[in-house]
């Protein structure tokens, strides 16, 4: 073998296995737009909707065993977030990079105050992780770039809920694909998760978010936990529902019209061929204003408050009349 | 085609790259296999070894090097050959986590490549101490088809048996009637890992082996009392610091995991519970399905552990409660 060969060999091996260079610099601060999702990213999810999510039998049923109050018991305060959940969160993120000796790459790091782990994509080329290996929160993911797309993809990862405050549920087999591109001062993530257990197909979220030039000066989450719920100090006890008794179950279905199927979280359900079967079926609440299809209400909590709905009578779904600032009167009364 | 004499040019020459290349370290360190097994470093001195039966945790220091539990016997030869990758220094103590051959098969000859925590001058041949639960020696002893040589060499029933080994306080807890009626788990206290032994199974639902005293109510103290021995890392949640677990079978892990199985085995109990209560049958129990939401991810449909087992194993506790 000649040295040019060798030369030639050396280089086209080290170049696959040396850590990429950027093509696209992601540094920086983004924040969210709240006209995203803002129900999802402002107060909540309400109980019950598990629209838009393809979700296995299994994965219904554990969603109807969740009670808000157990994410509320002393084990489970501080316990981490889905690696994904970042989509759904009304707080920016900071993108860093960490670099070797040479300036290279080695790591673009997704940081933000909620996440409660960060998401590291390796860019270095290192092996996967043996499946006896440790999960983490943020789990183990590695990067490449196609074209100007940073694409991760993540395994590893707790198990943990898909999305905010509704016992969607994700699995320790779930993995998340990520796709990072920055247009000028726009950055477009989307994020695709898939679950053996939980989900009939991907879970797919994109949202743009909007660089920061002020920065956002992440404080390094801390967590500390307390007594939220006494009668179960020291008992072992775990909230949760019986199976088949949710009340919640119906929420949908009671306040907005939407028929249970849909709400209940089909794969079926996310595919616009669904408005087709639906049409005819589905009867929008008669004190939903009729300029705003699609939404009805919003969030009953937030109305007559700045940003809320204003002037709106609506369906409660059977928890009592709502007064001017979308409370019940003798809420408001006192 | 590259030639040896040019491939080793190349080799060189791209070692010699990327050994500019950052190394930024792994937490979880993986030791080059050894004889088919996979061996972990969970800690600067704590190893996990996968592959021989069960989990095998290994801690080692000037001591030399204590192992809970010995894996099967079919794998004993392969796990000498996994704990002399780790360290030297002989086998001083082998603590079994339960009296099932897949911790305990690998005593013999693991054991003999060891030395007695406190040596023998009169014993024949040095041999690792096997400390165990009062129940395994009783188990191993009562079965005719077990070797003695199999036998811990060590017996203890009370809550608790410490040790400081290799500058370490070494915990051996009794959880007995959990898995089996021969449970403990031990805690090193200082490297801060728990070996869980079978209270603690990632790949299914736990096994309650009602034959060998296991059961539901055992299993849930066994799983809340591990939660009070566990850290999580908090309040500074992106460090990691935290204690670790070892389980039985399954990977590492850590609060988050246990926190998971002990509610995912509450929340069937509570099922399970509640069905008994309008007076269902066992397989009307089994039909109703109280493993909804997690059957999926724990259950199996075939082999040693079934979903359907399992259930049985927690109506029958539920139905007819051990009294302490």
Redesign the interface.
Known sequence: ??FT???L??FL??AF???AFAQVDLTGSYQTRMYEDYIERGPGEFMGNYTGMPL????R?????YTSN?PSIY??Q???QSAGVFQYRPTGFRIWS?????G?V??WVIGGDNL???IRIWM?G?PA???????T?GGFATGKWEGDTLTARVTHL??AWIRRGVGI?G???TTITIHLTRRGDLLTVMTIQED???LTEPHVVSRVWQWNPRGTEIA??????ANEIPSLEDT???P?Y??GENPEEDYMVRTFNIPKEAAMGHAETLYPEYRKKLKGVYTPPASCDARRPGYCCGWIETQGRPGGAPNLTCNDGGFGVLGPRGRRPEATAK | MIEPKGFIQAGLALLFVMAGSPAIAQTQGRIAPAAGLETIQVRENVYAIFGAGANVTAHVGEDGVILVDSGSTATAAQLVAAVKAISAKPVRLIVNTSADMDHIGGNEVVGATGIEMNPDLFADEPHATVLSHESVLTRLSGDDKISSELWPSETFTSRVRSMYLNDDAVMVYRMTGAHTDGDTVVLFRKADVIATGDIIDLRSFPVIDMKKGGSIQGELDALNRLLEMTVPAMPMVLKEGRTLLVPGHGRVSDYAELVEYRDMVTTIKDNVEALIAKGMTLEQVKAANPTAGYRSRWGKESGPWTTDMFVEAVYSGLKNPVKP
């Open positions: 073998m000649t060969k060798t030369a060999f050396t091996v080290a296995a040396h850590p296995t039998d299994e994965g049923a554990k969603a109807l065993l157990l084990e489970r501080c316990l981490p960490e670099n070797g000796p040479e290279d080695v790591a409660r782990n960060d270095d290192r992780l043996s499946p006896n290996a440790l999960h929160a707790k198990t549920p699995s320790d087999d053996p257990h939980y390094r989450p801390q967590c500390n936990t072992g006890g775990v949760h019986l199976p």
